[in-house]
C-alpha cells in the first residue's frame, strides 16, 4: 500500500484544517487507518483510528472532541478533520495503514510521507 498525506501548512490557533491520505496499490477497506504525528524533538504519536468500513473510530484524549477522522473507500482516501486548533497540534502529521485496531506505530505497516501542519497562536 502507499500512502500519500496532504493539506498540511499554516492555521492559526482557533482555526480548522482537514489533512487528506490517499491510498494506491491493495484493497484499501481491508486496511485499519491511522494517524499519527511527531512534534519537533519527540516522539511519533498516535492522533486517531478508523476501521476499515469507517465505522468504527478512536481518539487521543488530547485531540478527542475536536478531531474527527472519516474515509471514503471508493476514493482510497482517508480523512483527519482538525477543529479549535491549538499551537501544540504542530507536528508533521503521518497516516498509516494497518490490519489491526491499535494505538501502537509497529501495528501499522505502511506509512505516508508525512505533512506538516503549523498553528500559530
Known amino acids: 500500500v502507499q500512502l500519500q498525506a496532504s493539506g498540511g501548512g499554516l492555521a492559526q490557533a482557533g482555526g480548522s484544517l482537514r489533512l487528506s491520505c490517499v491510498a494506491s496499490?491493495?484493497?484499501?477497506?481491508?486496511?485499519?487507518m491511522g494517524w499519527f504525528r511527531q512534534a519537533p524533538g519527540k516522539e511519533r504519536e498516535f492522533v486517531g483510528r478508523?476501521?476499515?468500513?469507517?465505522?468504527?473510530?478512536y481518539y487521543a484524549d488530547s485531540v478527542k472532541g475536536r478531531s474527527t477522522i472519516s474515509r471514503d473507500n471508493a476514493k482510497n482516501t482517508v480523512y483527519l478533520q482538525m477543529n479549535s486548533l491549538k499551537p501544540e497540534d504542530t507536528a508533521v502529521y503521518y497516516c498509516?495503514?494497518?490490519?489491526?485496531?491499535?494505538?501502537?506505530?509497529?501495528?501499522?505497516?505502511?506509512w505516508g510521507q508525512g505533512t506538516e501542519l503549523t498553528v500559530s497562536s
Open positions: 496499490g491493495r484493497t484499501f477497506s481491508n486496511y485499519v
Open positions: 498509516a495503514a494497518g490490519s489491526f485496531r491499535s494505538s501502537s506505530v509497529g501495528s501499522y505497516s505502511y
Open positions: 478508523i476501521s476499515g468500513s469507517g465505522g468504527s473510530t
